[in-house]
């Protein structure tokens, strides 16, 4: 072991003290009495750094001794959400901090107060992928992960007379104590320019790609703590102009093109593209992917051969998991490694490329599959166009060996043929790959049978499951202590590394002392995020009233306007004096819409527009009141989850993948109101069906539907409810008097309705009949809450990686004996 040793690093309350104002005197030049709230955060998590990096640096050694297997977790995106109160749980060290602070007499909650959170990315995939990284770091797998250090994360979104409006985020501001900048690994990436092709001597074909730019990349570490256990790093690329472009090798004149180039280059990693779900082409955005996966194979081949191993058995040490299609280009760009830059043969470097690589795919939604323009790539990639049109050859070559139809091989085909001409990568992500999955059950089989059928077909075994699961260490144990303390005081600590230990709570389901202490901690966590609301936005809630909560972004077919709806039903109903079985509720909204996506930001109108006229009217406030919580991101989701009584999870059935924020209210100790979509099938499965709201159709139901000819008008020429409710958008009692504002949306949902909104809507209304119906009976509900999180140990992210370790990536952990 070199250099610091664990005494440097200790962990007792005199330890973090000395360290805390040694790094706030030395680091940031400050005594205690002169600081700013940013300075006390910043020298906190530099102390918190080093012992991370300790643990981490103890990790390398020993992944390196043991010359263990690892993964690597290739993501466009990650939502890591604020790092140094989750690093205290994982160090242990919570109390010890809060002494040493009180000593000072400094408080903890501030200072956790003050940390912003790195947006790396749009919602559930990127927030999937930082929950990974917490289970690979807690069971020690051998394991990094790769991405892009965007300088402008995703949008500040504000509400401006009820719109939503984007500003940038500027996350690097005030500085990032958590990272380590590596100026010694950095790669070249090109783009651009032609290739040319040859034979040389020994007659070898080989394949010269001339560039017409450069660009480096830098790799930037953030050290991600396990609990009580290894650490791993998550390390993001940054772009920066090559040397070579450097304004000193060129004359006076040329100093300002220089520059420019230097801006250039540094565009690549400015900006996530704020767009979930739906694909955008952009030139900048193909740039992006292929600079993070250049970087990152470059990067894990160094590592691969630095310890003198053979290039050949790449695939026996790594396996690669693609988060979803954004790295796909790597299998083209690993075969271009392989074959072009390292010699080795086609047929060898296809099989090696063909054994590391897993793909997960994320939706099924058609305009959300990525396609990329044969005539952008070939421009921005020449040579990866031609390596993918050699795979495609010799892939087709062997169906039509096969036996296939014309039809069934243009089906197939990596290449799109009909309009213009382009590369599908999920294509290309699943010939590259040995394994394949979805993120539930359901949507696992609907990918089998659906978007990749053809496929699964032709390989029945490549096509898996992996169930989604979250991060419970953060999303209970650090954002709701008080439901965290009480578990442990009755079950002990056991949950904190195997969440099916939860179901110890079982016995205590019907235990009256333990539901009113239940109820209490769920009380006191409404009592804060009431507290919350009214800074953000103003309005006083009553954390009595029943929350019923939807965070998430914001989507047609997540159907928020169906939450609307029934919500505009409640206010005509209590309008009309019929407020008998109406649970006194606050209806919370939460998420960002993708900056182009009209219908998104409607449906934020829309709900503020309902909160303003709910809100507002004495005689219904006292019985609902509506908020949208603005920027809604990971601090803030931490907040929100403790606090939810009903958790709104009605996607149209098939639509959503998984899900995870439905696992999250659960753990919380939410009840859900949800359809048969993604991981709420499992979830209802696991915590009962008693326990559990269901409603809407199946997603056998709605094809169904569809086939027979869904008429939207229909329900509303037949149904008197949705009549009025439909009507009533439209009417000008919303938004001062505008009686055109929502037209969209109505012309959307009579006319179309794609997710079939009308066709569920009596469905959801009944069943939130019986949800204030149990709500009246608080035992029953208490007692349903309590069995839910009980039951909930399966969604644990933990089990996810252990399911990928076992069933995919064929990893084993590395204990680390301090
Ligand atoms: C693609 C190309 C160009 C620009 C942007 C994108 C892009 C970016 C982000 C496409 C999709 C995303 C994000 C998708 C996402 O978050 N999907 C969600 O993944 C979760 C984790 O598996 C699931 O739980 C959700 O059901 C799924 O919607």
Redesign the pocket.
């Known amino acids: 072991s070199i250099g610091a040793g664990a005494s440097d690093v200790g962990l007792s309350k005199e330890d973090i003290k000395k360290a805390f104002l040694h790094k706030l005197f030395y680091h940031l030049g400050r005594v205690p009495a002169l600081t700013t709230p940013n300075d006390l955060y910043t020298a906190m998590a530099l102390t918190i750094r080093d012992r991370a990096l300790r643990k981490f640096v103890r990790s390398i050694e020993e992944f390196t001794q043991q010359d263990a297997r690892g993964v690597a977790y290739l993501s466009?995106?990650y939502l890591p959400g604020p790092h140094l109160g989750n690093n205290l749980l994982n160090l242990h060290i919570v109390e010890e901090t809060k002494e040493a602070l009180a000593e000072l007499d400094l408080d903890l909650d501030e200072i956790l107060d003050q940390e912003g959170e790195p947006g790396l990315?749009?919602?559930?995939?990127?927030?999937?992928a930082s929950c990974f990284m917490d289970s690979l770091a807690t069971l020690g797998i051998p394991s990094i992960g790769y991405g892009i250090r965007y300088e402008f994360g995703i949008f500040k979104q504000e509400i401006k007379e009820g719109w939503q409006m984007e500003t940038t985020d500027k996350w690097l501001h005030s500085g990032n104590p958590w990272e380590i900048v590596r100026p010694e690994i950095s790669y070249v990436v090109k783009f651009g320019g032609r290739t040319e092709h040859r034979t040389n001597g020994q007659n070898r074909y080989e394949v010269d790609w001339l560039p017409d730019s450069e660009i480096k990349g830098t790799a930037y570490d953030t050290p991600i703590l396990g609990y009580q256990s290894n650490g791993i790093i998550m390390r993001l690329w940054k772009a920066e102009a090559v040397e070579s472009f450097d304004f000193s090798v060129y004359n006076i004149g040329d100093y300002y093109r220089a520059v420019e180039k230097k801006l250039r280059s540094e565009n690549i990693t400015k900006v996530l593209?704020p767009?979930?779900?739906?694909?955008?082409?952009?030139e900048l955005?193909l740039k992006q992917q292929y600079f993070f996966v250049s970087c990152s194979l470059q990067d894990m081949i160094r590592l691969h051969t630095m310890q003198g191993r053979k290039l050949k058995k790449f695939h026996e040490k790594f396996a690669i998991q693609l988060n979803?299609?954004?790295p796909s280009i790597a299998v083209a760009e690993l075969m271009r490694l392989l074959v072009d830059e390292h010699e080795i043969e086609w047929d060898e470097a296809w099989d090696i490329t063909r054994q590391t690589f897993a793909y997960?795919n994320?939706?099924l939604l058609p305009e959300?599959l990525?396609k990329w323009t044969v005539s952008l790539l070939g421009r921005i990639l020449p040579r990866h166009l031609e390596i993918i049109y050699e795979i495609n050859s010799r892939f087709l070559e062997e169906l039509r060996d096969k036996g296939y139809s014309g039809d069934q091989i243009a089906r197939m085909s990596l290449i799109d043929e009909q309009g213009e001409p382009s590369v599908r990568m999920a294509h290309l992500a699943t010939v590259g790959s040995f394994k394949v999955n979805g993120?539930?059950e359901l949507?696992s089989r609907l990918l089998k049978s659906q978007v990749l059928n053809d496929f699964a077909d032709l390989w029945p075994g490549k096509f898996t499951n992996v169930t989604?699961g979250v991060a419970h260490r953060r999303f209970v144990a650090v954002s709701n202590p008080g439901l965290a303390n009480l578990i442990s005081e009755k079950i002990g600590f056991g949950w904190l590394t195997n969440l099916s230990s939860l179901s110890e709570l079982e016995k205590f389901a019907k235990d009256e002392k333990f539901q009113q202490r239940w109820r209490d901690v769920k009380l006191q966590n409404k009592t804060a995020l009431t507290r919350f609301i009214e800074e953000q936005t103003g309005v006083k809630v009553d954390p009595d009233m029943l929350f019923d909560v939807q965070v998430k972004?914001i989507h047609e077919y997540k159907r928020q306007h169906l939450m609307v709806l029934h919500i505009i039903d409640l206010y005509l109903r209590i309008k009309d004096g019929k407020t008998e079985n109406i649970a006194p509720s606050t209806f919370i909204f939460a998420g960002k819409a993708a900056p182009g996506y009209f219908l998104a930001k409607l449906i934020i109108r829309l709900i503020t527009a309902v909160a303003d006229l709910v809100n507002d009217d004495e005689e219904v406030n006292k019985l609902i009141k509506v908020v949208f919580l603005p920027n809604f991101n990971v601090k803030q989701a931490q907040r929100v989850y403790p606090a939810a009584d009903l958790s709104e999870q009605i996607s149209m059935a098939g639509k959503?993948?998984?899900?995870?924020g439905n696992m999250k209210f659960a753990l919380n100790g939410a009840l859900t109101i949800g359809t048969l979509d993604?991981?709420n099938v499992e979830i209802r499965e696991e915590v009962g069906d008693e326990n559990f709201f269901l409603f809407g159709q199946t997603t056998e139901e709605i094809q169904q539907t569809r086939r027979e000819g869904y008429r939207p008008y229909q329900y509303y020429e037949e149904n008197e409810k949705i009549k009025r409710v439909l009507d009533f958008l439209v009417s000008g009692e919303l938004a001062n008097g505008d009686k055109d504002l929502f037209k969209p949306l109505y012309h959307n949902l009579l006319q179309q309705d794609p997710y079939q909104l009308l066709k569920d809507f009596d469905s959801y209304c009944a069943k939130k009949e019986e949800v204030f119906k149990v709500w009246n009976d608080q035992e029953e509900w208490t007692k349903k809450s309590i069995l839910n999180v009980a039951r909930m140990g399966k969604f644990s992210s933990d089990r996810s990686i252990q399911d990928y370790c076992d069933r995919i990536w064929q990893v084993k952990p590395v204990k680390i004996q301090e």
């Open positions: 466009a995106e990315g749009n919602g559930g995939l990127g927030r999937l593209y767009n979930d779900e739906n694909l955008s082409g952009k955005r979803d299609t954004h997960t994320h939706t959300a990525e993120v539930s949507h989604n972004r959503e993948a998984s899900g995870t993604g991981a």
